[in-house]
């Protein structure tokens, strides 16, 4: 499922209402990092090329990892996913958000939104929860100062964004 010889990190799978299967993975580091999207509509029999959702190197990015996936029930895709500096150097840069645009349920994405900054410098493992009817939720770890939980949320299927409020 990877590009070339790329080393990919943290996928994450996830199936949608018609048996469709997503895969986002990360390429941390090097020339191809970014994050990436592949698809199956055969339960896993054959794979789409590798599509990327976002290229790092071309944003001059360090490092780009943990990548969160949703699949809502019109099968619109949503990533978070962690822009940190090179691995082991340093604390994440941020969590940013893109979901996409256009008709999925031929199960090919034909682009992308613009990456959204979810989450400041210092946190990291976002998580991604849908609703049938397009509301996400975005969960993710603070790990400086209060190191808790916080959570925004979208009523509109990722267009808008609530404040951040700490999960007690």
Known sequence: LLAGSM???????????????????????????????????????????????????????????????????????????????????????GIVYSHTTGDVATGEVLSWSKPYELAPAGNDWPVLVTTYMGQIHALWHEVTGAMGWYHRWSGDAGMTWSLRARVS
């Open 7 to 93: 080393t990919g990190s943290s996928p994450q799978i996830a199936a949608d209402l018609r048996g469709g299967l997503h895969v986002v993975y990360a390429v941390p580091v090097n020339t191809g990092r970014g994050l990436y999207y592949v698809y199956s509509e055969d339960g896993g029999v054959t794979w789409s090329e590798p599509a990327i959702i976002f290229d790092a190197a071309a944003a001059d990015w360090a490092s780009v990892d943990h990548p969160a996936l949703a699949v809502d029930g019109r099968r619109g895709l949503h990533v978070a996913w962690v822009r940190s500096a090179l691995l082991g150097k340093g604390l994440p840069s």
